[in-house]
Protein backbone atom coordinates (compact mmCIF):
# COMPACT_ATOMS: atom_id res chain seq x y z
CA UNK A 1 0.00 0.00 0.00
CA UNK A 2 1.56 3.66 -0.56
CA UNK A 3 -0.79 6.41 0.56
CA UNK A 4 -0.72 9.61 -1.75
CA UNK A 5 0.05 12.85 -0.73
CA UNK A 6 -1.87 15.18 -3.44
CA UNK A 7 0.18 18.53 -3.70
CA UNK A 8 -1.27 20.16 -6.87
CA UNK A 9 0.95 18.87 -9.62
CA UNK A 10 1.64 15.51 -8.23
CA UNK A 11 1.36 12.33 -6.18
CA UNK A 12 3.61 11.40 -3.77
CA UNK A 13 3.07 7.50 -4.10
CA UNK A 14 5.52 6.35 -0.79
CA UNK A 15 7.65 8.75 1.28
CA UNK A 16 10.60 8.49 -1.56
CA UNK A 17 9.04 8.25 -4.39
CA UNK A 18 6.91 11.12 -6.19
CA UNK A 19 5.14 11.18 -9.55
CA UNK A 20 4.56 14.08 -11.23
CA UNK A 21 1.02 14.65 -12.97
CA UNK A 22 1.34 15.78 -16.70
CA UNK A 23 -1.98 15.11 -17.07
CA UNK A 24 -5.49 13.57 -16.76
CA UNK A 25 -7.77 11.71 -19.77
CA UNK A 26 -11.77 11.00 -19.34
CA UNK A 27 -13.71 9.71 -21.63
CA UNK A 28 -16.95 11.83 -21.99
CA UNK A 29 -19.33 12.83 -24.40
CA UNK A 30 -15.65 14.29 -25.77
CA UNK A 31 -12.84 13.31 -24.42
CA UNK A 32 -11.23 15.18 -22.55
CA UNK A 33 -7.77 16.18 -21.11
CA UNK A 34 -6.59 17.86 -18.17
CA UNK A 35 -3.70 19.65 -17.58
CA UNK A 36 -2.00 21.23 -14.65
CA UNK A 37 0.06 24.56 -15.44
CA UNK A 38 3.07 26.57 -13.90
CA UNK A 39 0.16 29.32 -12.97
CA UNK A 40 -1.82 26.82 -10.61
CA UNK A 41 -4.70 26.09 -12.77
CA UNK A 42 -6.33 22.96 -14.86
CA UNK A 43 -6.38 23.81 -18.45
CA UNK A 44 -9.00 21.51 -19.77
CA UNK A 45 -8.62 20.47 -23.69
CA UNK A 46 -11.10 18.45 -25.65
CA UNK A 47 -10.35 16.10 -28.21
CA UNK A 48 -9.94 18.62 -31.25
CA UNK A 49 -6.73 20.07 -28.64
CA UNK A 50 -9.42 23.14 -28.16
CA UNK A 51 -9.48 24.90 -24.95
CA UNK A 52 -12.52 23.81 -23.12
CA UNK A 53 -12.11 25.58 -20.03
CA UNK A 54 -9.09 27.25 -17.92
CA UNK A 55 -9.99 27.11 -13.81
CA UNK A 56 -7.29 27.04 -11.00
CA UNK A 57 -6.29 24.40 -8.85
CA UNK A 58 -8.01 26.00 -5.80
CA UNK A 59 -11.41 26.42 -7.11
CA UNK A 60 -10.71 22.11 -8.05
CA UNK A 61 -9.98 21.60 -4.35
CA UNK A 62 -13.03 24.27 -2.83
CA UNK A 63 -15.50 21.96 -4.69
CA UNK A 64 -14.17 18.54 -3.94
CA UNK A 65 -14.55 19.33 -0.32
CA UNK A 66 -17.89 20.95 -0.65
CA UNK A 67 -18.66 17.40 -2.38
CA UNK A 68 -17.44 15.74 0.70
CA UNK A 69 -19.06 17.47 3.11
CA UNK A 70 -22.52 16.93 1.28
CA UNK A 71 -21.74 13.11 0.80
CA UNK A 72 -20.93 13.51 4.54
CA UNK A 73 -24.00 14.90 5.60
CA UNK A 74 -26.69 13.07 3.63
CA UNK A 75 -27.24 10.67 6.15
CA UNK A 76 -26.63 7.33 3.79
CA UNK A 77 -28.74 7.88 0.96
CA UNK A 78 -27.89 6.54 -2.06
CA UNK A 79 -28.91 8.93 -4.36
CA UNK A 80 -29.26 12.42 -3.95
CA UNK A 81 -28.61 15.85 -5.76
CA UNK A 82 -25.64 17.83 -5.15
CA UNK A 83 -26.46 21.30 -7.71
CA UNK A 84 -23.36 22.97 -7.01
CA UNK A 85 -21.13 19.62 -7.93
CA UNK A 86 -23.66 19.57 -11.34
CA UNK A 87 -23.07 23.15 -11.95
CA UNK A 88 -19.21 23.11 -11.78
CA UNK A 89 -18.85 19.37 -13.82
CA UNK A 90 -20.61 21.42 -16.48
CA UNK A 91 -18.19 23.62 -16.37
CA UNK A 92 -15.03 21.21 -16.28
CA UNK A 93 -17.20 19.24 -19.41
CA UNK A 94 -17.22 16.15 -16.94
CA UNK A 95 -20.89 14.44 -17.79
CA UNK A 96 -20.22 10.98 -16.18
CA UNK A 97 -19.72 10.00 -12.50
CA UNK A 98 -18.02 6.41 -13.47
CA UNK A 99 -16.96 4.63 -16.42
CA UNK A 100 -18.65 1.55 -18.04
CA UNK A 101 -19.03 -1.51 -16.59
CA UNK A 102 -17.25 -3.16 -18.71
CA UNK A 103 -14.02 -0.78 -18.25
CA UNK A 104 -11.94 -1.21 -15.22
CA UNK A 105 -10.27 1.79 -15.50
CA UNK A 106 -12.44 4.98 -14.05
CA UNK A 107 -9.45 7.47 -14.89
CA UNK A 108 -6.48 7.33 -16.81
CA UNK A 109 -3.66 9.58 -15.69
CA UNK A 110 -0.42 10.31 -17.73
CA UNK A 111 2.72 10.62 -15.07
CA UNK A 112 6.85 11.09 -15.31
CA UNK A 113 8.55 8.06 -14.03
CA UNK A 114 11.38 9.86 -12.60
CA UNK A 115 12.90 6.33 -12.49
CA UNK A 116 12.94 5.46 -15.97
CA UNK A 117 12.20 8.98 -17.44
CA UNK A 118 9.27 7.51 -19.35
CA UNK A 119 6.01 9.16 -19.26
CA UNK A 120 3.05 6.67 -18.99
CA UNK A 121 -0.55 6.60 -19.27
CA UNK A 122 -1.96 4.33 -16.79
CA UNK A 123 -5.54 3.28 -16.15
CA UNK A 124 -6.80 3.45 -12.16
CA UNK A 125 -9.88 2.22 -10.82
CA UNK A 126 -11.52 4.33 -8.19
CA UNK A 127 -12.99 2.86 -5.01
CA UNK A 128 -15.07 4.94 -2.20
CA UNK A 129 -15.55 4.12 1.33
CA UNK A 130 -17.63 6.88 1.54
CA UNK A 131 -20.80 5.16 0.64
CA UNK A 132 -21.98 1.32 -0.11
CA UNK A 133 -19.08 -1.05 0.02
CA UNK A 134 -18.60 -1.19 -3.90
CA UNK A 135 -18.30 -4.51 -5.83
CA UNK A 136 -15.11 -5.81 -7.57
CA UNK A 137 -16.85 -9.00 -9.40
CA UNK A 138 -20.74 -8.16 -10.22
CA UNK A 139 -23.24 -10.98 -10.27
CA UNK A 140 -25.09 -12.17 -13.06
CA UNK A 141 -27.16 -15.22 -14.97
CA UNK A 142 -22.84 -14.91 -16.08
CA UNK A 143 -21.38 -16.05 -12.72
CA UNK A 144 -23.91 -18.86 -11.97
CA UNK A 145 -22.25 -22.13 -10.49
CA UNK A 146 -24.10 -25.61 -10.71
CA UNK A 147 -23.36 -28.07 -7.98
CA UNK A 148 -24.62 -31.77 -7.48
CA UNK A 149 -26.52 -32.30 -3.97
CA UNK A 150 -25.19 -35.61 -3.55
CA UNK A 151 -25.64 -37.64 -0.10
CA UNK A 152 -28.96 -39.65 -0.53
CA UNK A 153 -32.17 -39.91 -2.92
CA UNK A 154 -34.08 -36.58 -2.88
CA UNK A 155 -37.67 -36.66 -3.35
CA UNK A 156 -39.69 -34.14 -5.02
CA UNK A 157 -41.35 -33.45 -1.59
CA UNK A 158 -37.77 -32.42 0.16
CA UNK A 159 -37.07 -30.39 -2.66
CA UNK A 160 -40.04 -28.60 -2.10
CA UNK A 161 -39.31 -28.05 1.64
CA UNK A 162 -35.95 -26.91 1.37
CA UNK A 163 -36.80 -24.23 -1.19
CA UNK A 164 -39.50 -23.27 0.85
CA UNK A 165 -36.38 -22.08 3.47
CA UNK A 166 -36.24 -18.27 3.30
CA UNK A 167 -32.47 -17.93 4.25
CA UNK A 168 -29.93 -18.92 2.22
CA UNK A 169 -27.45 -20.29 5.19
CA UNK A 170 -30.77 -22.03 7.08
CA UNK A 171 -31.52 -23.65 3.90
CA UNK A 172 -27.71 -25.16 3.64
CA UNK A 173 -27.91 -25.68 7.21
CA UNK A 174 -30.89 -27.98 6.85
CA UNK A 175 -29.41 -29.95 3.68
CA UNK A 176 -26.16 -30.71 5.81
CA UNK A 177 -28.53 -31.80 8.84
CA UNK A 178 -30.31 -34.08 6.68
CA UNK A 179 -26.65 -35.47 5.57
CA UNK A 180 -26.40 -33.68 2.32
CA UNK A 181 -23.93 -32.03 0.64
CA UNK A 182 -22.90 -29.96 -2.43
CA UNK A 183 -20.08 -31.40 -5.11
CA UNK A 184 -18.90 -29.14 -7.78
CA UNK A 185 -20.48 -29.91 -11.38
CA UNK A 186 -19.80 -26.89 -13.56
CA UNK A 187 -19.64 -23.10 -14.46
CA UNK A 188 -22.76 -22.24 -16.42
CA UNK A 189 -21.48 -19.88 -18.59
CA UNK A 190 -19.06 -20.82 -21.25
CA UNK A 191 -17.66 -17.07 -21.17
CA UNK A 192 -16.78 -17.11 -17.66
CA UNK A 193 -16.17 -20.89 -17.57
CA UNK A 194 -13.06 -19.95 -20.27
CA UNK A 195 -12.09 -16.55 -18.37
CA UNK A 196 -11.41 -18.83 -15.08
CA UNK A 197 -9.54 -21.28 -17.04
CA UNK A 198 -7.18 -19.09 -18.80
CA UNK A 199 -6.61 -17.78 -15.00
CA UNK A 200 -5.58 -21.75 -13.88
CA UNK A 201 -7.05 -24.78 -14.75
CA UNK A 202 -8.34 -25.64 -10.97
CA UNK A 203 -9.53 -22.19 -11.03
CA UNK A 204 -13.01 -23.31 -12.06
CA UNK A 205 -13.18 -25.81 -9.54
CA UNK A 206 -11.36 -24.20 -6.89
CA UNK A 207 -14.19 -20.98 -6.56
CA UNK A 208 -17.03 -23.39 -6.79
CA UNK A 209 -15.51 -24.78 -3.38
CA UNK A 210 -14.67 -21.55 -2.13
CA UNK A 211 -18.41 -20.43 -2.40
CA UNK A 212 -19.41 -23.97 -0.70
CA UNK A 213 -17.32 -22.64 1.92
CA UNK A 214 -19.46 -19.05 2.06
CA UNK A 215 -22.57 -21.07 2.27
CA UNK A 216 -21.97 -23.39 5.41
CA UNK A 217 -23.96 -21.82 8.64
CA UNK A 218 -20.84 -20.24 10.35
CA UNK A 219 -20.05 -18.61 7.28
CA UNK A 220 -18.43 -14.49 8.12
CA UNK A 221 -18.17 -14.23 3.75
CA UNK A 222 -14.98 -13.46 4.36
CA UNK A 223 -12.52 -13.99 1.02
CA UNK A 224 -9.51 -15.36 3.16
CA UNK A 225 -11.37 -17.46 5.55
CA UNK A 226 -13.33 -19.67 2.44
CA UNK A 227 -9.59 -19.90 0.66
CA UNK A 228 -8.38 -21.21 4.65
CA UNK A 229 -11.09 -23.59 4.71
CA UNK A 230 -10.74 -24.86 1.03
CA UNK A 231 -6.68 -25.36 2.16
CA UNK A 232 -7.47 -27.21 4.68
CA UNK A 233 -9.38 -30.11 2.42
CA UNK A 234 -6.59 -29.33 0.10
CA UNK A 235 -8.61 -30.42 -3.06
CA UNK A 236 -5.15 -30.56 -5.28
CA UNK A 237 -2.94 -32.98 -3.67
CA UNK A 238 -0.63 -29.38 -3.13
CA UNK A 239 2.43 -31.47 -1.32
CA UNK A 240 4.56 -28.13 -0.83
CA UNK A 241 5.53 -26.44 2.92
CA UNK A 242 2.80 -23.62 2.37
CA UNK A 243 -0.47 -25.50 1.36
CA UNK A 244 -2.46 -21.94 2.04
CA UNK A 245 -0.05 -19.98 0.46
CA UNK A 246 -0.91 -22.30 -2.82
CA UNK A 247 -4.70 -21.45 -2.20
CA UNK A 248 -4.10 -17.72 -1.68
CA UNK A 249 -2.02 -17.12 -4.72
CA UNK A 250 -5.23 -18.86 -7.03
CA UNK A 251 -7.73 -16.21 -5.31
CA UNK A 252 -5.18 -13.29 -5.68
CA UNK A 253 -4.81 -14.27 -9.25
CA UNK A 254 -8.62 -14.12 -9.38
CA UNK A 255 -9.43 -11.09 -7.33
CA UNK A 256 -5.95 -8.86 -9.29
CA UNK A 257 -7.64 -9.71 -12.56
CA UNK A 258 -11.00 -8.88 -11.94
CA UNK A 259 -10.03 -5.84 -10.35
CA UNK A 260 -8.37 -4.69 -13.53
CA UNK A 261 -9.74 -5.82 -16.13
CA UNK A 262 -11.35 -9.11 -16.51
CA UNK A 263 -15.56 -9.33 -16.74
CA UNK A 264 -17.21 -12.22 -16.76
CA UNK A 265 -19.30 -12.31 -19.80
CA UNK A 266 -16.26 -10.76 -21.85
CA UNK A 267 -13.64 -12.66 -22.97
CA UNK A 268 -10.32 -12.38 -21.10
CA UNK A 269 -6.98 -12.06 -23.00
CA UNK A 270 -4.84 -11.13 -19.88
CA UNK A 271 -4.87 -7.49 -20.38
CA UNK A 272 -5.33 -5.09 -18.05
CA UNK A 273 -7.68 -1.62 -18.18
CA UNK A 274 -6.66 -0.58 -15.10
CA UNK A 275 -2.69 -1.01 -15.55
CA UNK A 276 -1.90 1.66 -13.04
CA UNK A 277 -4.01 -0.02 -9.94
CA UNK A 278 -6.39 1.47 -7.30
CA UNK A 279 -7.28 4.79 -6.16
CA UNK A 280 -9.14 4.46 -3.02
CA UNK A 281 -10.97 7.41 -1.17
CA UNK A 282 -10.87 6.66 2.36
CA UNK A 283 -14.02 7.64 4.65
CA UNK A 284 -11.95 10.80 5.75
CA UNK A 285 -11.07 12.00 1.97
CA UNK A 286 -8.04 10.99 1.75
CA UNK A 287 -7.05 9.09 -0.68
CA UNK A 288 -4.68 5.62 -0.70
CA UNK A 289 -2.90 4.52 -4.13
CA UNK A 290 -2.15 0.81 -4.50
CA UNK A 291 0.20 0.88 -7.27
CA UNK A 292 0.68 -2.07 -9.88
CA UNK A 293 4.04 -1.20 -9.75
CA UNK A 294 3.97 -2.89 -5.99
CA UNK A 295 1.82 -5.40 -7.55
CA UNK A 296 2.02 -7.41 -3.61
CA UNK A 297 0.21 -4.54 -1.59
CA UNK A 298 -2.29 -5.01 -4.45
CA UNK A 299 -2.97 -8.38 -4.01
CA UNK A 300 -2.93 -8.47 -0.43
CA UNK A 301 -5.55 -5.53 0.01
CA UNK A 302 -7.56 -7.49 -2.55
CA UNK A 303 -7.40 -10.36 -0.46
CA UNK A 304 -7.94 -8.76 2.81
CA UNK A 305 -10.37 -6.45 1.67
CA UNK A 306 -13.17 -8.62 -0.11
CA UNK A 307 -16.04 -10.68 0.66
CA UNK A 308 -18.37 -13.08 -1.05
CA UNK A 309 -21.82 -11.72 -1.44
CA UNK A 310 -24.81 -13.58 -1.19
CA UNK A 311 -27.76 -12.87 -4.57
CA UNK A 312 -31.27 -12.76 -3.61
CA UNK A 313 -33.36 -15.89 -4.32
CA UNK A 314 -35.53 -13.73 -6.91
CA UNK A 315 -32.11 -13.07 -9.33
CA UNK A 316 -30.46 -15.97 -11.12
CA UNK A 317 -31.74 -18.65 -9.63
CA UNK A 318 -29.60 -18.43 -6.94
CA UNK A 319 -30.29 -21.22 -4.23
CA UNK A 320 -33.38 -23.05 -5.54
CA UNK A 321 -32.68 -27.00 -6.02
CA UNK A 322 -34.62 -28.61 -8.48
CA UNK A 323 -34.23 -31.80 -10.43
CA UNK A 324 -31.86 -31.86 -13.59
CA UNK A 325 -32.56 -33.78 -16.69
CA UNK A 326 -30.80 -36.99 -15.78
CA UNK A 327 -33.08 -37.29 -12.62
CA UNK A 328 -30.23 -35.68 -10.32
CA UNK A 329 -30.97 -32.94 -7.72
CA UNK A 330 -28.84 -29.55 -8.30
CA UNK A 331 -28.66 -26.51 -6.73
CA UNK A 332 -27.44 -22.73 -8.14
CA UNK A 333 -24.71 -20.79 -6.17
CA UNK A 334 -23.74 -17.37 -7.62
CA UNK A 335 -20.04 -15.48 -7.46
CA UNK A 336 -20.38 -11.93 -6.14
CA UNK A 337 -17.20 -10.40 -4.50
CA UNK A 338 -17.54 -7.22 -2.82
CA UNK A 339 -15.44 -4.78 -0.77
CA UNK A 340 -15.61 -5.00 2.82
CA UNK A 341 -16.86 -1.70 4.49
Same mark, same amino acid.
Given at each position: ? *??????? %???????????????????? $???? =?????????????? =????????????????? $????????????GKRVFAVPETECFMGQI??????? &????? +?????????????????????????? @?? +? !????????????????? @?????????? =????????? &??????????????????????????????? *??????????????????? *? !?????????????? &?????? $?????? #? =???????????ALGMTPAREWTGRYDAN????????????????? #?????????????? %???????? %???? @???????? @???????????????
Amino acid at each position: M *TSVTNNN %RGFTMAADLYYPILNIIREE $SKRY =EYKPNKEQNIVVID =EDGNEYARISMDKFMQE $SAKLLDTIRNTGGKRVFAVPETECFMGQIGCTKLKA &PSIDK +ADIQIVIHDLRTNMTPQLGFSIKSQL @GS +A !STLLNAGTTTNILYKVE @GGNMTDEEIA =EFNSIEDHL &PRMKALVDKGFCLVYSDIEHHTFKNNLLFLD *TCMPEFIGRCLICDSMPNS *T !SAIKEAVEQVAQDN &PFGFTG $SNVVAF #Y =EHKMKVLLLDAALGMTPAREWTGRYDANGGYLVVKRDGDIVCYHF #YNRNDVEDYLYNKT %RFERASRS %RYGF @GNLFRGDD @GKVYIKLNLQIRFKK
